[in-house]
Nanobody, 119 residues
Framework: QVQLVESGGGLVQAGGPLRLSCAAS????????MDWFRQAPGKEREFVAF????????SYADSVKGRFTISRDNAKNTMYLQMNSLKPEDTAVYYC????????????WGQGTQVTVSS
C-alpha cells in the first residue's frame, strides 16, 4: 500500500522558518520525482516545488523561489521542504506527491499538513 505522510506543519510568525517532511512507504521512493503543492482556503491547489528522483534537479514556484528549499534523502524514503522567511500568504495546507518519472502522472498524494503564518 502506497502511503505518503506529511509532517512538520504548524503555526509560525511571519519571517520564521518551518521544515516539512514527507515520508513515503509502499513504493520504490528513489524511482519517483517528488513535488510539494499547497492549497489555501478558497483557492485552487498550486505547485510549490519539484525535485527529481536523484535530488540533482529542482524547480520552484516564483512565489517561493529563494525562500524555500526542497530536498530528499532516498536512504530514508523522505522528502523535505525547508521554508524560510515565511509570509502570511504562505498559509495553506501543504501536500506532497509522488510523480512517475515515466508517465509524469501523480501516483500518490499525502493527506496534507497545515501551515499557518501569523502576521
Amino acid at each position: 500500500q502506497v502511503q505518503l505522510v506529511e509532517s512538520g506543519g504548524g503555526l509560525v510568525q511571519a519571517g520564521g522558518p518551518l521544515r516539512l517532511s514527507c515520508a513515503a512507504s509502499g513504493l520504490t521512493f528513489s524511482n519517483y520525482a517528488m513535488d510539494w503543492f499547497r492549497q489555501a482556503p478558497g483557492k485552487e491547489r498550486e505547485f510549490v516545488a519539484f525535485i527529481n528522483y536523484s535530488g540533482v534537479r529542482t524547480s520552484y514556484a516564483d512565489s517561493v523561489k529563494g525562500r524555500f528549499t526542497i530536498s530528499r534523502d532516498n536512504a530514508k524514503n523522505t522528502m523535505y521542504l525547508q521554508m524560510n522567511s515565511l509570509k502570511p500568504e504562505d498559509t495553506a495546507v501543504y501536500y506532497c506527491a509522488a510523480e512517475s518519472s515515466s508517465s509524469g502522472k501523480y501516483d500518490a498524494w499525502g493527506q496534507g499538513t497545515q501551515v499557518t503564518v501569523s502576521s
